[in-house]
């Protein structure tokens, strides 16, 4: 067994464990006892064998690949999920025995006569047996919906963004804002079709997608090359690098494959209709004005993630222009951005996929990501400069969405303030 995989599995035998004896104690006949247990084994039988799968899957360094290990990957998740809510509740109540009976026992070494027969372990009450369930089934129905229906539930998220150094002619351009497509972790053709016509129902000026086409191999993107041809703006389809585009070279040896992979890769965007920006720009022109469109390869904060991009290099030929700038990981930002002395207006990341989780409602947004990244969903400004983080058209690892549905955005810059 894998080291990556044993302590899940470890930590998910003990819940199973727990959650058995803690729900058998609901039942008081021999007959009802054999079937909970029958019951209960059924069904811990399908995450165990995704437990043998996703094993096999590391082994063979094929973690970020295939919609199989993502399925695996998916059931994993939503039984531990459950089952650690379940747990919880019954921790609560078990902590609650034991106190009690702790009291009793105290109280019975200050009164005359055997302590023994002061002292026992109140039973469960099933009540709160039935209320820690009820709390379990929260979790565990809104994981199958994300898995089955919300992983593809596209939500347009329209923002109008005001800059009073946007030329004239530019008023009212409409850009749209696709990220992280994660193609290996896709299921479906038609689904991903839906997402692709109401892109292109928005009427836009230009389409920027901000990274992550790929899981970690380039062969990933064929059964969709069809469906993201579909993309059409009057400006173009423009595009960058994000981390999980660069996995694919881990898995050669010499420098020539791995040359050969990346051009290989670099021909999929022209494929595709993508301009791939690595590092560089493009000047779009309306009448005598004209804004730059800006790309950078993947720069990630922290030792795990690429650090290619270079912003000096895209910035060469910017002429004092407006500036709209493509880079992946929202940290680049803080970290390179927000201190240059070239003012960047407007910069569009993606990479946090809102963790694909949490809570998104006007005046109230919550996932974990907001522990990992400080900028993790929607718009940020500062010093009259705009950062805007997509939340993700596809999804990668756990095979669902739940709250952070896949987004789609239209930013309708404005020249009023």
Known sequence: MSGRILPFLLLHI????????????????????????????????GTYYAFFRLNS????????SGTEVNVYIGI????????????????????????????????????????????????????????????????????????????YRYTVERLK??????????????????????????????????????????????????????NSRKEEINPYRDVLRELKARDGVYAVLGNHDYYGLYGFDNQKDKDTYWQSFMDTYQDLGFELLNNTSRVITRGTEAINIL???????????????????????????????????????DEKVLPHKEKIHLTLSGHTHGFQFGVNLPGFKWSPAKYRYPRWIGKYEEDGQVLYVNRGFGFLAFPGRVGMWPEITLLELSSEV
């Open 14 to 45: 003990a819940l199973d464990v727990y959650m058995y004896f803690g729900l058998k104690s609901m039942f008081r006949t021999p007959a009802s006892i054999r079937l909970f247990s029958i019951i209960y084994l059924l069904t811990v039988i």
């Open 57 to 64: 899957a590391v082994i063979q360094r094929n973690i970020f």
């Open 76 to 151: 994993i998740i939503t039984s531990l999920v459950t089952k650690l809510v379940f747990c919880a509740g019954l921790f609560i109540q078990d902590f609650g025995r034991i106190v009690a009976s702790i009291i009793l026992f105290v109280k019975g070494m200050f009164r005359s006569g055997a302590v023994s027969a002061e002292v026992f372990l109140p039973d469960r009450r099933d009540f709160l047996t039935l209320a820690a369930a009820g709390a379990a089934s929260i979790p565990f129905l809104s994981l199958l919906y994300g898995f089955t229906r919300g992983k």
């Open 161 to 214: 963004l005001s800059f009073k150094d946007l030329p004239a002619a530019f008023d009212g351009y409409r850009v749209v804002q696709i990220s992280d497509i994660h193609a290996g972790s896709l299921d479906s053709v038609e689904q991903v079709r839906k997402g692709i016509e109401m892109v292109n129902a928005l009427d836009p000026d230009v389409i920027l997608f901000t990274g992550d086409l790929v």
């Open 295 to 333: 790309g950078v390869e993947n720069w990630g904060r922290g030792r795990w993630f690429p650090k290619y991009g270079d912003l000096e290099r895209a910035l060469s030929g910017a002429n004092g222009r407006f500036n709209i700038l493509m880079s992946h990981d929202p940290t680049h930002w």
